[in-house]
């Protein structure tokens, strides 16, 4: 999924849930500024503006400043968009500077044993996103404990399943035929295999299609899923 898929679909989900008033607050640089852009362009499609959109450079560890203007301006919910230290860490000063909003996080971050770790208690109520449904299926489940068993963590983070999905990919390309770098990119455009993580096709373009993202809440600790999208076009 795009950064566009994690985007809308968790502003989507805050939208359905009746927050008005957001904030984002998000890290400097292509992750950070990528996704958020894309934040403002749903926000704005559903005419719900941000009340103020702040942003931090990598390491900081003083975040007061910007989470005090969006206490000022009287936001309901936040997007905050970090890192797994970051998010943490907006998630203590927060509740430091008495912020009582809805959390959001749209980047797949709070899908892993660091962020829960590290925000302990504060994680509870977070909403976010990962195309990781190990609820779902059998196989999902199997990749689950294959993972836990290998890592030692609860939780199958974004970039595992990423990997995890580029492998099944290249196989898959060279068992219907490829040799190597010369024809590879071509059989990689033409398969369609579903992985423990869900389908997995690719357009001429090498775009995904259909990739899948499924929100949830952290509840005691640990992901309780709501609903899923599928990202049927680039913007869809």
């Known amino acids: 999924p795009t950064f566009p898929a994690y985007s809308y679909s968790i502003v989507n989900t805050m939208a359905d849930h009746g927050y008005r008033r957001p904030a ?16 403002v362009q749903r926000l704005d499609a559903l005419h719900i503006p941000p009340v103020a959109d702040e942003s931090f450079v990598s390491g900081s560890t003083d975040l007061t400043p910007q989470l005090a203007k969006i206490k000022a301006r009287g936001a309901d919910s936040l997007l905050m968009v970090g890192l797994a230290d970051s998010d943490a860490l907006i998630l203590t000063q927060a509740n430091q500077l008495g912020l009582r ?43 689950h404990a294959a993972y836990r068993k290998a890592t030692g963590q609860s939780v199958l983070p974004d970039p595992a399943a990423f990997a ?15 040799h190597g770098r010369s024809d590879r990119a071509g059989y990689l455009h033409k398969i369609s295999i579903t992985t423990a993580i869900g389908p997995l096709r690719f357009a001429a373009d090498g775009a995904r299609l259909g990739g899948r993202l499924y929100i949830f809440t952290i509840r005691s600790g640990r992901p309780g899923f709501i609903t899923g999208y599928e990202q049927t076009g680039p913007f869809a």
């Not at 984002?24 to 934040?39: F, P, T």
């Not at 995890?164 to 490829?178: F, H, L, N, P, S």
């Open 24 to 39: 984002i607050l998000h890290l400097q640089g292509s992750y950070g500024d990528g996704i958020a852009k894309y934040c």
């Open 164 to 178: 995890y999905e580029a492998i099944e990919a290249i196989a898959a390309a060279y068992a219907d035929g490829a």
């Open 101 to 143: 909003v809805a959390f959001f996080a749209p980047g797949g971050i709070t899908n892993s044993d660091t962020f829960l770790h590290d925000a302990g208690d504060l994680a509870d109520g977070v909403t976010g996103n990962t195309p990781d449904a190990t609820v779902l299926t059998a196989r999902a489940r199997a990749l």
